[in-house]
C-alpha cells in the first residue's frame, strides 16, 4: 500500500507543470540527493521503486530548469544520460533484480560526479581551493 501512495504522489508531482523559470534548482538537486540517498539503503524492490519514482519527478523537473548559458547543453546532456540509466534501473526492479537495480545506482552516482564536476565552484571552493 505505501508502494502504490508513494507512486501516485509521484505521480501527482509529474502532472503538476513547472515552467522553467518556477525551478528553484538548488530545492530540486537537494530532494534528488535524498531520493537517492533512500533508493540506495533501500532493501527491496519495493522501496528501491518508490524512492526512484520520486527521484524521476524530481529529474523532469530539472530538465525544465534554467542553466547559466554557457553550461546549459552540458547539464542537458547529463540530465539525459541520467535518464537514460534511470529507466535502466527501473527496468531492472520491474524484473525484481535489485543487485542489478544497485548496480545501476552505481552508474548513475558516477554520472553525479562526473557532471558535477563542471558546476561552478562555491564561495569558500574560490577562497580555499
Request: net charge neutral; with cysteine; charged share 20%.
Amino acid at each position: 500500500m505505501k508502494v502504490v501512495m508513494s507512486v501516485l504522489l509521484s505521480g501527482l508531482l509529474l502532472c503538476s507543470s513547472v515552467s522553467a523559470s518556477d525551478v528553484d534548482m538548488e530545492k530540486t538537486m537537494k530532494q534528488m540527493a535524498l531520493s537517492f540517498k533512500q533508493a540506495k539503503e533501500a532493501q527491496s524492490v519495493e522501496q528501491m521503486t518508490a524512492a526512484l519514482a520520486s527521484f524521476e519527478g524530481q529529474l523532469q523537473q530539472a530538465q525544465q530548469g534554467q542553466f547559466q548559458p554557457e553550461k546549459s547543453e552540458l547539464y542537458q546532456q547529463g540530465l539525459k544520460e541520467l535518464a537514460i540509466e534511470l529507466d535502466q534501473t527501473q527496468l531492472l526492479l520491474e524484473k525484481n533484480d535489485l543487485a542489478g537495480a544497485q548496480q545501476q545506482l552505481v552508474k548513475m552516482d558516477d554520472l553525479r560526479k562526473k557532471y558535477h564536476k563542471h558546476r561552478s565552484p562555491s564561495f569558500w571552493q574560490l577562497i580555499f581551493g
